[in-house]
Structures are given as C-alpha cells and as structure tokens.
C-alpha cells in the first residue's frame, strides 16, 4: 500500500486515483494516518462480506435473547462496579 500525504493527494489527484485502481492508497493528515482511497470494485467487494444489521432489542432472534440472559460477569469485572452509579 502506498502512503502519501492529503496534501500531495490534492496535487496529484488524478495519479492516485489511477493507482487506487490497482492497490489502496494510504493517505495522512498531520502525520496520521486519515484515509484509505480504494477502487469502487474493492469497496463494493469488501462490503459484500459484511452481513451486519443494527437491530433493537426487542428484534433479536430468542436465541440471542437467551444467551444475554444466561451469561455471567466475570468476576475480575467487579472493579468497574463503580462505573455504574
């Protein structure tokens, strides 16, 4: 993966687009990594593998239900108790 700076992005535009074609393109913001410029076909293969739903509660399948109801809280998370008052 290449990596360039948002600057050089906004410069080289074109070029970068050309290459995202081929392979990602990192691109940093202040020394940090901000962006990565994929192709459209790499986006929409990638998101084919995601199967994710925000569902509320009361929509989730019994099973899921009763897994939530039967799991206990370890007890080395008692030291958060405090966190909920």
Do not use: C
Not at 25 to 54: C, F, I, N, P
């Amino acid at each position: 993966m290449v990596t360039i700076t948002a600057a050089e992005l906004q410069n080289h535009f074109g070029r970068y687009r050309d290459l995202a074609q081929k392979e990602a393109v990192s691109v940093t913001h202040h020394g940090r990594e901000s962006v990565v410029l994929l192709s459209a076909d790499e986006y929409k293969r990638l998101k084919s593998y995601d199967d994710r739903q925000a569902l509320y509660p009361w929509e989730l399948p019994d099973d899921i239900l009763g897994a939530l109801e039967a799991a206990e809280v370890p007890a080395e998370a008692a030291q958060f108790n405090h966190e909920y008052r």
